[in-house]
């Protein structure tokens, strides 16, 4: 009876089966264009503004706006996939209507075609919600080609999607793909079927693998009235989730989410997290270094307002630094582009890792300088004091024991969720 209980539970989450939504563009938007970007803002602008209910004389309807609702950072990931649909579950952080999803080839190597895309919510594993997958159309149509380097925005998704809400997204592949662009730690569950198109089907019996890898979906925007935006956490593997369970969604940006949806609705903003494990800020390795991604992963999110920049502890460990110049010079230039934009930038201090691996006293200086540099040099618009909240107070130079997820670097879920509590609400 465990199931059926659950199944009655996500039930709150489901899509709505009626309510009108506001017509969105519908061609597809190139990823990585600020013209293309700030077109489709100021077309999005006029069909809010056009499709706006009068309403009495002297009102000022609140006009609908996108909205980032969930995304992920992406590389070329190690896979082949082909013949089949992939089932991938993502959790919001925005309720609205007029959902919307961004499929990207940006890493890719050839075109890749998708047959038929399908999104509904979540009943338990890849088993969907009855009566909630729903048909995703792009440009009218259900089939999408997206060529290399691109990446294409669905078409309005009819219904309403509630904050916090497990959403299944089925993709079907109808030919082989190797050069895949998606996102290495997902620490979820993403299902893969026998061959065949499975995309419509709300039952999990035509899925029999599963990876912890997704694949081709990068965003989820919404429709929403609330001016408060997004916040974008921009980080390495502490903001990718590293430490946590499959499927836990204990990432410090999922505790921050359940703290914004305990404000009233007009006070919420949806949390981003374009986190890479292993990520730099300086130099690409493991993903693209920070500064050639920032503009793509963070500053082109729909409705982003402020950006955390966690992120340098990898340049410091596996680099030979003798000097902090560098990496204050890497922030700065961050700053500039999301001032250019008008988005605030938070900067976070840098965590302990003394037992790791590659923690030398040298290292250990210069990660305290830096520290330094962020609290002191008013360089960003705001401080997120991340290495006072999980020091240990006797020997600063370590993770405090309950905020150790045991290799001394990566943090505990209670040292993810510290972070998540030591953010101001009011500085975003």
């Known amino acids: 009876m465990a199931r059926p ?37 100021n077309v999005t602008a006029a069909a809010r503004a056009a499709a706006s209910p009068a309403g009495r004389k002297g009102d000022t309807p609140a006009r609908p706006h996108l909205v980032g609702a969930w995304t992920t950072s992406t590389d070329r990931v190690v896979a082949a996939l082909g013949g089949q649909t992939v089932r991938m579950v993502v959790r919001v952080s925005a309720g609205g209507g007029g959902t919307r999803l961004r499929l990207s080839n940006v890493f890719g190597t050839a075109p890749v075609t998708f047959a038929h895309v399908h999104v509904g919510v979540q009943a338990y594993g890849a088993e969907i919600l009855t009566g909630t997958n729903r048909q995703v159309t792009f440009g009218g149509r259900k089939s999408v080609r997206v060529p290399t380097g691109r990446a294409v925005w669905s078409d309005p998704i ?44 709300e039952t999990a019996d035509g899925f029999t693998y599963t990876s912890t890898q997704w694949y081709f979906l990068d965003r989820i925007a919404v429709e929403t009235t609330s001016k408060a935006g997004s916040v974008v956490a921009f980080g390495d593997s ?36 374009a986190g890479i494990a292993g990520n730099r800020l300086l130099h690409s390795g493991v993903g693209p270094s920070g500064l050639s991604r920032f503009y793509r992963d963070a500053l082109t999110q729909p409705g982003v307002r402020t950006v955390v920049v ?44 003394y037992g790791f691996g590659t923690w030398t006293p040298e290292r250990e200086d210069l990660r305290l300088r830096l520290n330094q540099w962020i ?54």
């Open 5 to 41: 209980a659950h199944r009655l539970t996500m039930a709150a989450l489901a899509l709505a089966v009626t309510g009108a939504t506001v017509a969105l563009p519908t061609a597809p938007v190139h990823a990585e264009s600020p013209a293309t970007a700030n077109a489709t803002a």
């Open 158 to 201: 009819p219904g309403r999607i509630v904050t916090g809400s497990a959403l299944v997204v089925s993709l079907y592949l109808p030919g082989t793909v190797s050069g895949i662009t998606g996102h290495e730690r997902a620490y979820a569950t993403t299902f893969l079927s026998d061959p065949g198109d499975h995309a419509a089907e």
């Open 238 to 273: 502490i903001t990718d989730g590293a430490g946590q369970n499959t499927d836990a969604n204990r990432r410090w940006t999922d505790y921050l989410r359940q703290r914004m949806a305990r404000l009233s609705p007009s006070r919420r903003m949806a949390v981003l997290n």
């Open 310 to 353: 966690f992120m340098g502890i990898n340049d410091i460990s596996r680099g030979e630094y003798t000097s902090i110049k560098p990496l204050a010079y890497g922030y700065k230039r961050l700053i500039r582009l999301a001032h250019a934009r008008k988005i605030k930038v938070l900067g976070a201090t840098l965590t302990p890792f």
């Open 375 to 428: 609290r002191t040099s008013k360089a960003f618009d705001g401080v997120l004091d991340f290495d006072k909240a999980v020091r240990d107070p006797e020997f600063p130079e370590q993770l405090a024991v309950p905020y150790d997820s045991g290799d001394h670097l990566h943090l505990s879920d209670a040292g993810r969720r510290k972070l998540a509590y030591t953010v101001s609400l009011g500085a975003l």
